[in-house]
């Protein structure tokens, strides 16, 4: 049976991945819905002119788009389906993009509905980043000390806790 950490893991990871790669293809392409696709070409826009260092670098507004929408496609797809290390390190990107994000909305001066999801994304993110880099409980395991072939648990075991009493 897995424990309750490794199931928690799994469905943050699936879900995370999954919406990551919803929202990555939404700015690639305007197949899923051409509103949303509009309106992510309207914001970027927004987010170039507010930020003129990254004109100046040569980043438009369709380079950031689609090169965030690939990360997410990308990190999405490793959450989703890449077990171990890469997951955590995919996870750190997108970690590091939803702060970039929420940057970008705060520097164009949106209102919270806007970047709300970002908002909550960027938790989850975290939580799924500390959950899966806590290591595993072990059970504790008995410890036998044989003493003239009688088998008694250790003494700090055996010893009762402060303030009780051992009735055998």
Same mark, same amino acid.
């Given at each position: 049976?897995?424990?309750?950490?490794?199931?928690?893991?799994?469905?943050?990871?699936?879900?995370?991945?999954?919406?990551?790669?919803?929202?990555?293809?939404?700015?690639?392409?305007?197949?899923?819905?051409?509103?949303?696709?509009?309106?992510?070409?309207?914001?970027?826009?927004?987010?170039?002119?507010?930020?003129?260092?990254?004109?100046?670098?040569?980043?438009?507004?369709?380079?950031?788009?689609?090169?965030i929408g690939a990360l997410e496609v990308a990190c999405g797809i490793v959450m989703?389906?890449?077990?171990?290390?890469?997951?955590?390190?995919?996870? $750190?990107?997108? #970690? =590091?993009?939803?702060?970039?994000?929420?940057?970008?909305?705060?520097?164009?001066?949106? @209102?919270? *509905? &806007?970047?709300?999801?970002?908002?909550? $994304?960027?938790? #989850? =993110?975290?939580?799924?980043?500390?959950?899966?880099?806590?290591?595993?409980?072990?059970? @504790?395991? *008995? &410890?036998?000390?044989?003493?003239?072939?009688?088998?008694?648990? =250790?003494?700090?075991?055996?010893?009762?806790?402060?303030?009780?009493?051992?009735?055998?």
């Amino acid at each position: 049976m897995a424990s309750p950490r490794t199931i928690t893991i799994v469905a943050l990871s699936v879900a995370l991945g999954l919406f990551f790669v919803f929202m990555g293809t939404i700015k690639l392409t305007p197949r899923l819905s051409r509103d949303a696709y509009n309106e992510m070409k309207r914001a970027y826009k927004s987010y170039v002119r507010a930020l003129p260092m990254l004109k100046k670098m040569g980043v438009s507004s369709i380079l950031l788009r689609k090169s965030i929408g690939a990360l997410e496609v990308a990190c999405g797809i490793v959450m989703t389906l890449v077990p171990g290390r890469p997951k955590d390190v995919a996870n $750190f990107l997108l #970690l =590091l993009l939803v702060l970039a994000v929420l940057f970008f909305h705060q520097l164009v001066g949106d @209102p919270l *509905k &806007r970047y709300a999801h970002a908002l909550v $994304f960027g938790i #989850l =993110l975290t939580c799924r980043l500390l959950i899966a880099r806590q290591p595993e409980e072990q059970p @504790p395991e *008995k &410890r036998i000390l044989s003493v003239n072939g009688d088998e008694q648990p =250790l003494a700090h075991e055996a010893a009762p806790e402060k303030g009780k009493m051992k009735v055998s």
